[in-house]
């Protein structure tokens, strides 16, 4: 679906899945969370049993990091590294 270019110039459009997450964080933001954990927190669940949901369950996993760290390049969500695990908070 095209965007209008004042929506590409900002650079801030979120995909569903960066506004799950945005939300998720946002609704527990007393607490900061792995990617694992947010994963689970938005239902991205990931299935091995058969090789076509593999896949896509490795692309869901190989994925997240930079659509989390992307959140945290736009400012809408923090991160810090506590005893060597990355964690995510809202803002």
Do not use: C, H
């Not at 995909?15 to 900061?32: G, I, Y």
């Not at 997240?64 to 964690?87: C, D, E, F, Q, R």
């Amino acid at each position: 679906m095209p965007i209008e270019k004042s929506e590409f110039d900002s650079g801030v459009v979120l995909s569903e899945l960066e506004k799950s997450a945005v939300s998720f964080l946002e609704k527990n933001r007393n607490n900061a969370f792995t990617m694992l954990e947010i994963m689970d927190g938005i239902n991205l669940q990931t299935n091995f049993g058969d090789l076509w949901k593999a896949i896509e369950s490795g692309i869901i996993i190989f994925g997240m990091p930079t659509i989390l760290n992307s959140l945290v390049a736009k400012g809408k969500i923090k991160t810090n590294i506590i005893k060597g695990t990355l964690y995510y908070m809202a803002k």
